[in-house]
C-alpha cells in the first residue's frame, strides 16, 4: 500500500478517497479523513524533468517530501551531477542533512551553484571570525538568504558595521549567532534608524548596545517605534533595564497575537490590570504560546491548588517548562506529601518551582534519602520522560507522508485507494497542526 502511495505523490497521479468515517469526530484520524474526502482531487501532469527532481531529492539526498516539492519548484534539472556536488559539499563540511534540506528549500537556487566559487569563501571567513563548524551550519539552516548575499559588497560590510557598534568581532558573532537575519539587513540604515529611535526614547547608551548583543532582532525590526510606544504606554521606564526586556518581548507579538495571549489568561478569571502588572514584572510571560498559557495555568490552579491571581505575581512561572521542570518537582513534592515527610504550608510553590535545580535537590532530595530510597531515581525518571515526550509530540505534530497515509488506511478500512498529491498532502498536515492545537485548547476549557 505504502509502495503505491509513494509512487502516486512522486510522479502526481491522483484519485478520489472513498471511505467510511468513524463516529468519534473528535480524533486524529476522522479529522484527516474528512478533509481529504471533501478534496477532489484531479489528476496533474508532471514533466520528466520535474519528475525526476522529485524523485532524486528525495531518493538521493534524503529529503522530506515537502522539502523536494519546495525546491523543485525553482530548480529542475536532469542530470543530478552539480546538486550531488552541492550536497556532498555541505556534508563534508559537518551540515547534517536536516541542515542541507532546510538551505535548499529556504534557497533553492543553491544546488544548481559551483560551491568552491560561492560557497566555500563564505564558510572561510566565518571561520576566520571564530565561527565552528557547527555554527556555521545553525547559522545558514536559520537563515539560508545569507548565501545568497555578495561576500565582499554585503556580508563583510556587515560585520564590519557590527564589530564597529558593538567593540569585538566576538561581540559581532555573538549576535549573529542569536539573529542570523542581521546579516541579510540594510543595517547602515536599519541599525542606525532604530538605534536613533531608542536614543530618542531615553534608552541609555550601554542598554542599547547590550540590546544589539544579546536581542539584535530588535534592533532589525520594522516595528520599532510601534512598540517603544506600546511598552511606554504599559508603564516601562526607558532608563530601565527591563524596558529593553519588554521590547524585545514585544517585538515577536503583533496586535492579534496579543490579545490572544491577553485572552488566555483572562479565561483564568484575571483582570487586564493583572495581567499587564505581570507583563511589567516579567515581560517573558508574554512570549510564551497560548497553548503553553493554558496548560501551565491549568497544572498550576487544577492540579497544583494555587490561585490564578498569585500566579501573575510570579509570572516567571509561565516560563517555565511543564514537561522538565514543573511535573518531575511536582512529582517529589507529592511524594513527600503522601508519607507526611513534608507539610504543604510549609512550602511555597512559586519559590520552589523557580528555585535552582541545586537548591531544590538540596531542599527536597538529598534529605529524604533514608526515608525514600528511590526519590531522586523517580525524579530522573520524570525528567527523562519529559525528554521522550519531547520527541513523541514533535513526531505527532508534524506527520509525514507516510504517517498520514497509515492514518487514512484506518481511518478508510474500504478505500481502495490513497494516493495523496503533494499539494494536497502539505495542506493536510498543516491543517491537521492547527487542528490538535485547537482540540487540545478545547480540552482545556472544559
Not at 502511495?5 to 478517497?17: D, N, V
Not at 498569585?310 to 512561572?317: A, F, G, M, Q, S
Request: net charge positive; proline share 5%.
Amino acid at each position: 500500500m505504502f509502495n503505491f502511495l509513494y509512487k502516486s505523490i512522486i510522479h502526481g497521479t491522483s484519485c478520489t478517497i472513498r471511505g467510511r468515517a468513524p463516529q468519534n469526530l473528535y480524533t486524529l484520524e476522522t479529522h484527516v479523513a474528512l478533509l481529504v474526502r471533501c478534496i477532489s482531487i484531479s489528476s496533474t501532469s508532471n514533466s520528466n524533468q520535474h519528475s525526476f527532481t522529485l524523485s532524486y531529492l528525495i531518493k538521493s539526498c534524503g529529503f522530506s517530501l515537502e522539502a523536494a516539492v519546495s525546491a523543485s519548484k525553482y530548480v529542475n534539472f536532469e542530470n543530478p551531477d552539480k546538486a550531488y556536488v552541492v550536497v556532498s559539499f555541505f556534508k563534508k563540511n559537518g551540515f547534517s542533512q536536516y541542515q542541507i534540506s532546510k538551505i535548499i528549500t529556504g534557497l533553492p537556487p543553491v544546488l544548481v551553484s559551483d560551491p568552491h566559487k560561492t560557497l566555500l569563501p563564505k564558510l572561510l571567513f566565518f571561520q576566520s571570525k571564530g565561527f565552528t563548524s557547527s555554527d556555521i551550519a545553525t547559522v545558514l539552516c536559520r537563515q539560508p538568504q545569507i548565501l545568497k548575499r555578495s561576500l565582499k559588497n554585503h556580508i563583510i560590510p556587515s560585520f564590519d558595521f557590527l564589530t564597529n557598534w558593538l567593540g569585538t568581532v566576538q561581540s559581532s558573532s555573538i549576535a549573529i549567532k542569536r539573529c542570523p537575519a542581521i546579516l541579510i539587513t540594510k543595517l547602515d540604515t536599519c541599525v542606525v534608524h532604530n538605534v536613533n529611535l531608542l536614543r530618542e526614547n531615553g534608552v541609555p547608551e550601554s542598554n542599547i548596545r547590550a540590546l544589539l548583543k544579546q536581542n539584535p532582532r530588535v534592533i532589525v525590526s520594522y516595528r520599532l517605534k510601534e512598540i517603544l510606544e506600546k511598552v511606554k504606554e504599559i508603564g516601562f521606564n526607558p532608563l530601565k533595564f527591563r524596558f529593553v526586556h519588554a521590547v524585545y518581548a514585544m517585538v515577536g507579538v503583533n496586535k492579534s497575537k496579543w490579545e490572544r495571549k491577553v485572552k488566555a489568561y483572562k479565561r483564568w478569571g484575571l483582570s487586564e490590570e493583572e495581567i499587564l502588572s505581570a507583563f511589567r514584572t516579567s515581560p517573558h510571560c508574554l512570549l510564551a504560546s497560548e497553548d503553553k498559557i493554558m496548560r501551565i495555568m491549568d497544572f498550576l490552579v487544577n492540579k497544583m491548588g494555587l490561585e490564578a491571581s498569585l500566579i501573575v505575581k510570579r509570572p516567571e512561572l509561565v516560563s517555565n517548562s511543564l514537561e522538565k521542570r514543573l511535573i518531575p518537582r511536582a512529582s517529589v513534592i507529592e511524594v513527600l506529601l503522601s508519607k507526611g515527610l513534608v507539610v504543604k504550608k510549609n512550602i511555597y510553590f512559586p519559590t520552589m518551582f523557580q528555585s535552582s535545580e541545586k537548591s531544590f535537590l538540596q531542599k527536597f532530595v538529598t534529605p529524604y534519602r533514608e526515608e525514600v530510597s528511590d526519590l531522586l531515581k523517580l525524579y530522573k525518571e520524570k525528567l527523562d520522560l519529559s525528554k521522550m515526550t519531547t520527541k513523541q509530540n514533535i513526531l505527532l505534530f508534524l506527520p509525514s507522508a507516510k504517517n498520514m497515509s497509515m492514518l487514512l488506511v484506518e481511518s478508510n478500512p474500504d478505500a481502495t485507494d490513497f494516493s495523496i498529491p503533494y499539494p494536497t498532502y502539505l495542506h493536510l498536515a498543516k491543517d491537521v497542526d492547527v487542528f490538535i492545537r485547537q482540540d487540545r485548547m478545547r480540552k482545556l476549557e472544559r
